[in-house]
């Protein structure tokens, strides 16, 4: 099994940025598609952004494009969540998740990831 540790999260002020990393254990990193998806208070898990297993395809959903931006380091089985200009609408727990022998596809869709994080908080202040 993998096993993902979200980190990076905190509070930030309206207009700010924060980065949040995803360690992944395993040996076989590179080849995974990695997700990412928020849920706020009282709320359904939402997806946010995707990378395919080489890094070549990036997925965002609406909300966030143009803001955040997805990338991986597969050399420290890591990836990270750029956020940029954020809103207090982000504010949410923030989970990475695996989908193992995902080809060269990324998804947007929580039911086809394998594995979850326990998430990190962000808080966007106004």
């Known amino acids: 099994q993998v096993q993902l540790v979200e980190s990076g999260g905190g509070l930030v002020q309206v207009g700010g940025s924060l980065r949040l990393s995803c360690a992944a254990s395993?040996?076989?990193?590179?080849?995974?598609?990695m997700g990412w998806f928020r849920q706020a208070p009282g709320k359904e898990r939402m997806f946010v952004g995707a990378?395919?297993?080489?890094?070549?395809?990036?997925l965002y959903a609406d909300s966030v494009k143009g803001r955040f931006i997805i990338s991986r380091d597969n050399a420290k089985n890591t990836v990270y969540l750029q956020m940029n200009s954020l809103k207090p609408e982000d504010t949410a727990v923030y989970y990475c998740?695996?989908?193992?022998?995902?080809?060269?596809?990324?998804?947007?869709?929580?039911?086809?990831?394998?594995?979850w994080g326990q998430g990190t908080q962000v808080t966007v202040s106004s």
């Open positions: 395993g040996r076989t990193f590179s080849s995974y598609a």
């Open positions: 998740a695996a989908e193992i022998d995902s080809g060269w596809l990324a998804t947007a869709a929580g039911d086809r990831y394998d594995y």
């Open positions: 990378t395919n297993r080489g890094g070549s395809r990036t």
